[in-house]
Nanobody, 127 residues
Framework: QVQLVESGGGLVQTGGSMRLSCAPSRRTFSPYVMAWFRQAPGKEREFVAAITWNYGSSYYADSVKGRFTMSRDNAKNTAYLRLNSLEPEDTAVYYC????????????????????WGQGTQVTVSS
């Protein structure tokens, strides 16, 4: 069973930056769309960002637009999430996900679209 492996979480102060990485446990596995979700204590898992494999189309939650940037290095088969201007409200466990292509890109915003998930990495923003 292929898994996605996240790295790069940790503790940062308000206004700081961080980069998360995600790569499949099997190098030959390359999902069409890769995404980041996050889950804070007591809250539902929510969409953060997604990017497709071919044209690199990207999608963002309104709460992170202009602060977070998702990218993908197909040669390394790795997806990245750059988090800038971090706020305490960004504190959560961040999960990487991989899924297939969809005729309706709106599905990329929902957990049901994704077949593969990572274990999560903790991001904590101190005030």
């Amino acid at each position: 069973q292929v898994q996605l492996v996240e790295s790069g979480g940790g503790l940062v102060q308000t206004g700081g930056s961080m980069r998360l990485s995600c790569a499949p446990s099997r190098r030959t596995f390359s999902p069409y769309v890769m995404a980041w979700f996050r889950q804070a204590p007591g809250k539902e898992r929510e969409f953060v960002a997604a990017i497709t494999w071919n044209y690199g189309s990207s999608y963002y939650a309104d709460s992170v637009k202009g602060r977070f940037t998702m990218s993908r290095d197909n040669a390394k088969n790795t997806a990245y999430l750059r988090l800038n201007s971090l706020e305490p409200e960004d504190t959560a466990v961040y999960y990487c996900a991989g899924g297939p292509q969809s005729l309706d890109s709106a599905s990329y915003y929902y957990t049901y679209h994704y077949d593969y998930w990572g274990q999560g990495t903790q991001v904590t923003v101190s005030s």
